[in-house]
């Protein structure tokens, strides 16, 4: 990782356009974390402002699903600071850490639904779980999430009888059980044909208004997110590479963004995985050609 080369200074993040006094509702600063000994985030930045649509990209492997981990506090920073809400997330005991949890909903990225549950049930189960409201309450609660993701009538489904579309609108509701004020979505795209992948895409967005939310999207879909997104950040080499609007992003001459963005597949991200020289490997170095 240490022989990323130099990053370009990044466009203003887009809280330093915001009111300066407008806290975001995430704030990554500094921050590095490890699976053992192997570095996946050296040294971070990132904020999400309330009420905007961000999306996280990179490659594979490159430390998205890590990134909401540590936003929910499954992981800790092992240096620097990840601040939700104005808490910081690493030095909050587990029930500061539950509360502030609730106010979070997640799609997984391989989110299944409870097989053995209804559609009805999925959704109701946050509520059951983590509230004390009264079950004629839970049901309409429940009836209302299933609206706004256009699934009251699978109320009763199981979830082998769900198309892979469906499946997910229902994970969706499940996430927005509890009116979160953050959502989160990992990979919330793959493996749908087109149409369900535009419903999901265009129900991230209009979630959001209508909770009044913050939505955090990890997504290789490029093509797709840019319709919804406020703003976009670029992962490679455990930081942020590249950042900004979807013009921005799109037109930014950054060597990872060109590459990501406008595929490529050899550019800043090489297409050799680092290994001895060739001409050595082969026992040609040394011979003249
Ligand atoms: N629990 C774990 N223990 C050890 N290593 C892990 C663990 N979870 C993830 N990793 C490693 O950390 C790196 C980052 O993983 P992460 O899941 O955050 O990547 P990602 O960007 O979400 O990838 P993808 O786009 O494929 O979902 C990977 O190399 C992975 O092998
Ligand atoms: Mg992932």
């Not at 995430?26 to 490890?34: H, K, L, N, Q």
Request: proline content about 7%; glycine content about 10%; aromatic content about 6%.
């Amino acid at each position: 990782m240490s022989s990323a080369p130099p990053v370009p200074s990044l466009p203003p993040a887009p809280a330093a356009r915001a009111a300066a006094h407008a806290e975001p509702l995430v704030a990554f600063r500094g921050v590095s974390f490890g699976y053992g000994r192997r570095m996946i985030l050296e040294g971070l930045d990132l904020e999400v402002p309330r009420g905007q649509v961000v999306s996280i990209m990179g490659g594979s492997g490159c430390g998205k699903t890590t990134l909401l981990r540590l936003i929910g506090g499954a992981v800790k920073a092992s240096s620097g600071s990840v601040r939700v809400a104005g808490q910081a997330v690493e030095t909050l005991r587990r029930d500061d850490l539950y509360r502030l949890r609730r106010r979070m909903g997640m799609l997984f990225q391989f989110g299944a639904l409870f097989t053995d549950l209804s559609v009805f049930d999925n959704v109701a189960f946050p509520m059951r779980e983590r509230t004390d409201l009264p079950e004629p309450v839970i049901r309409d609660l429940v009836l209302l999430k299933l609206h706004a993701v256009g699934l009251r009538g699978a109320a009763r489904l199981m979830p082998n009888e769900l198309s892979g579309g469906m499946a997910r609108r229902v994970a969706l509701a499940r996430a927005i059980a509890l009116d979160p004020e953050l959502i989160m979505y990992d990979e919330p795209f793959t493996g749908l044909d087109p149409i369900s992948l535009a419903v999901i895409s265009n129900l991230i967005r209009t979630l959001n208004v209508a909770l009044g939310a913050t939505s955090i999207v990890v997504t290789h879909d490029v093509r797709e997110s840019m319709r919804i997104l406020d703003y976009c950040y670029l992962m490679a080499e455990g930081r942020i590479v590249a950042r900004g609007t979807p013009d921005e992003i799109l037109a930014s001459d950054q060597p990872y963004a060109r590459q990501f963005f406008h595929g490529g597949i050899d550019g800043a991200v090489p297409f050799h995985y680092p290994g001895a020289d060739y001409r050595t490997e082969l026992g040609l170095a040394g011979h003249d050609r």
